[in-house]
């Protein structure tokens, strides 16, 4: 799987758009950008995931540039729940031999601030 | 609707004492099954993945264990517990279908003393 590069940690303040960056130079064409958040003590959630195409859902939307090689995690009006650390994960969408795993990194601390 | 148990939510065990943990996932049928392990201040790390009942596949030697003896359940064991076990384990599953995302339990804590 291709390895991805996100800032350790932002800030933003409540209301405003939380716009996460993740590079993923090394991506290939049939790889998926998967994105989760973890809060504090709990399980992974996921929000998002896209392959070309920008997306959107209830939860956020997401940026994916045109030579894929890096995306945006979009939260359009962060709330105080929101604060967690946000992971981008690139993972093949075909068999594999990790049962499609999920490969987490480090990923990026969010605090959203009152 | 589906749904996945994990078990204890926290656990104190003494060094060299056995260990089992169980996940169970209700609501879907031969769901892919994970688990991971997060040390304090860490990144998630896979420890076991399980295709099918009686598959299971390592990523990484260690201290510990995993069975599928049912379709929706997944044990992670240890004969004796090292300091170095103590993290955050949390089991995951999702469909065996390609491009799917994949849900997690809500952990055990295990602090190993």
């Known amino acids: 799987d291709a390895k991805t590069t996100q800032p350790p940690s932002m800030d933003c303040a409540e209301g405003r758009a939380a716009n996460l960056p993740c590079n993923h130079s090394t991506i290939s064409g049939n790889e998926y950008v998967y994105w989760y958040r973890q809060i504090h003590s709990q399980g992974p959630q996921y929000i998002i995931h896209g392959l070309k195409n920008n997306e959107t859902n209830e939860m956020a939307s997401l940026i994916i540039t045109e030579d894929r090689k890096s995306s945006t995690l979009i939260l359009p009006h962060a709330t105080l729940r929101d604060t967690a650390v946000y992971y981008c994960i690139v993972r093949v969408g075909v068999n594999s031999n990790s049962g499609y795993a999920l490969n987490f990194g480090k990923g990026t601390s969010l605090l959203v601030t009152p | 609707s589906q749904t996945i148990h994990q078990w204890p939510a926290t656990l104190v065990q003494p060094v060299g004492s056995p260990l089992s943990l169980e996940c169970t996932v209700e609501g879907t049928s031969n769901p892919n099954l994970y688990w991971y392990r997060q040390a304090a201040g860490r990144g998630l790390q896979l420890l076991f993945y399980?295709?099918?009942?009686?598959?299971i596949s390592s990523e990484v030697p260690q201290n510990l264990s995993a069975s599928r003896p049912q379709d929706r359940q997944f044990i992670l064991s240890s004969k004796k517990l090292l300091l170095s076990d103590s993290g955050f384990y949390l089991c995951?599953?999702?469909?065996?279908?390609?491009?799917?995302?994949?849900?997690f339990g809500q952990g055990t804590r295990l602090t190993v003393v």
């Open positions: 399980s295709v099918g009942i009686g598959q």
């Open positions: 995951a599953w999702r469909s065996g279908r390609w491009n799917t995302e994949a849900f």
